[in-house]
């Protein structure tokens, strides 16, 4: 019964080492989704629902039920594997990630869903630009500069697939109205691209806990690593 930690865009396993470190627990795995610092499999397309697959055959290949986590879109990922496959999941926690018919797409990503100016942007997007613009959200920059090193093309082109694929995602994928399994929902209060008002309805709708960060932007595992492992070690232990 592993932990599984699942990570967003642009993003790799990495965003977990923080918080793995301040585990007791040594059953955690935190794959990187394919196209993301790890090689695509052939055939693989890069849409939502390819990455849906992926995240149920590795949870099932892991030995379910799992304590199965995720931030950005790898809590919408979690969302979608929690509704379609219950039998999967022991516990589930999520953060920053929205499957919610209220919500509309922050700029970058609708940037990133128009042809053209996704590819543009994407060309923009060199080291010093996306390290300068993860410093400016609270990351330090040893780390910032060390995620920014990993968004290379093969990435870029994977996250644009991948918004393409989801420009109406809540309309494709129901939002979680209900789970047999505990859930915890995790936020930056001072998140840019989805509000806290968005974790604490999923977290309504399913009776989870909701967990707000002050003085936190997005990216809550790096920023608040030993308080996410708190959370959820006593989470699990529920």
């Known amino acids: 019964m592993p932990a599984f930690l699942v990570h967003g865009v642009p993003d790799t396993t990495h965003l977990w080492d923080d918080v793995r470190a301040h585990l007791r627990r040594t059953d955690v795995l935190a794959p990187s989704m394919p196209g993301f610092a790890t090689p ?9 629902d390819a990455y849906a697959s ?26 979608r594997l929690v509704s379609q496959r219950p039998d999967l ?6 953060g920053s990630g929205p499957l919610d018919t209220e919500y509309e797409w922050h700029p ?8 053209g100016a996704g590819e543009q942007l994407m060309t923009a997007l060199t080291l010093d630009a996306v390290a300068g613009g993860w410093k400016a959200q ?9 995620v ?3 968004l290379d093309d093969r990435m870029k082109s994977s996250i644009l697939t991948l918004y393409r694929s989801a420009t109406r995602v809540a309309d494709d994928w129901p939002p979680l109205t209900s789970s047999p399994a505990p859930g915890l929902v995790i936020w930056g209060n001072d998140d840019p691209y989805v509000g ?43």
């Not at 695509?40 to 939502?48: S, W």
């Not at 999941?89 to 999520?94: G, K, N």
Request: proline share 5%; glycine share 10%.
């Open 54 to 79: 992926w995240l149920v055959a590795r949870v099932e290949e892991a030995g379910a039920p799992v304590d199965i986590v995720g931030h950005d879109w790898g809590a919408m990922l979690v969302q």
């Open 40 to 48: 695509l499999p052939n055939g693989f397309d890069c849409t939502k």
């Open 89 to 94: 999941v022991r516990t589930w926690a999520v």
């Open 108 to 115: 970058t990503a609708k940037t990133w869903q128009t042809p």
């Open 196 to 238: 806290p008002e968005f974790g604490r309805r999923l977290a309504e709708r399913t009776g989870a806990t909701f967990v707000g960060f002050e003085g936190c932007g997005h990216w809550w595992p790096y920023q608040r690593a030993a308080d996410v492992a708190a959370l959820l070690e006593e989470h699990w232990a529920r």
């Open 148 to 150: 920014a090193s990993r």
């Open 138 to 146: 609270g990351l330090a920059d040893e780390v910032a500069r060390s």
